[in-house]
T-cell receptor, first 108, second 117 residues
């Protein structure tokens, strides 16, 4: 029973363009959502979060959008840089249910 | 500050062998977690400890035991390893409120890659 789903296993974008990573969830009780970034052979690191009382949160090049009615959130990276190439996980809820991850490749 | 440290980094076991994965954090966090990461599955919570002296089961606890030795250390034990436990194991910790008021942000260790033959 995967309560958090990232349906795109991979995404490839050109440097300087926008990257959009998507995440869907099923549990309407989730009140907090986070995005983590993971490089190979390292643990995930926190990127950005959003509370369910908001629909948008920005931090530099990273913006997370939350659509509660659709149970959907997305991470926008603008502009994308080669150093952004990593696996991105969304996570939700107090006990942190994780999605399967999306591998982002940013081509120079 | 070392953050969250895990030992060992790599381990190969035979079916039926036992081992303990060690985790320590130096951030004075109350909560600690053990996850496993498998291809196509993301991270799944095995056990967590909300404070020293307490532990609770997560999504996939079968085949594992944990010990919250003190506030700093949280170990994961495989009593009789099985090939299905081949995975990458991550330990994480979190404080009640982290920098900038970010709730639930977890700090992860570098992981232990375990292979069970």
């Amino acid at each position: 029973d995967q309560q958090v789903k990232q349906n795109s296993p991979s995404l490839s974008v050109q440097e300087g363009r926008i990257s959009i990573l998507n995440c869907d969830y099923t549990n309407s009780m989730f009140d907090y959502f986070l995005w983590y970034k993971k490089y190979p052979a390292e643990g995930p690191t926190f990127l950005i979060s959003i509370s369910s009382i908001k629909d948008k949160n920005e931090d530099g090049r990273f913006t997370v959008f939350l659509n509660k009615s659709a149970k959907h959130l997305s991470l926008h990276i603008v502009p994308s840089q080669p150093g952004d190439s990593a696996v991105y996980f969304c996570a939700a809820g107090g006990d942190m249910r994780f999605g399967a991850g999306t591998r982002l490749t940013v081509k120079p | 500050n070392a953050g969250v440290t895990q030992t060992p980094k790599f381990q190969v076991l035979k079916t039926g062998q036992s081992m303990t994965l060690q985790c320590a954090q130096d951030m004075n966090h109350n909560s600690m977690y053990w996850y496993r990461q498998d291809p196509g599955m993301g991270l799944r919570l095995i056990y967590y400890s909300a404070s020293e002296g307490t532990t609770d089961k997560g999504e996939v606890p079968n085949g594992y035991n944990v010990s919250r030795l003190n506030k700093r250390e949280f170990s994961l034990r495989l009593e009789s390893a099985a090939p299905s436990q081949t995975s990458v194991y991550f330990c994480a910790s979190s404080g009640k409120e982290t920098l900038g008021g970010r709730r639930h942000e977890q700090f992860f260790g570098p992981g232990t890659r375990l292979t069970v033959l």
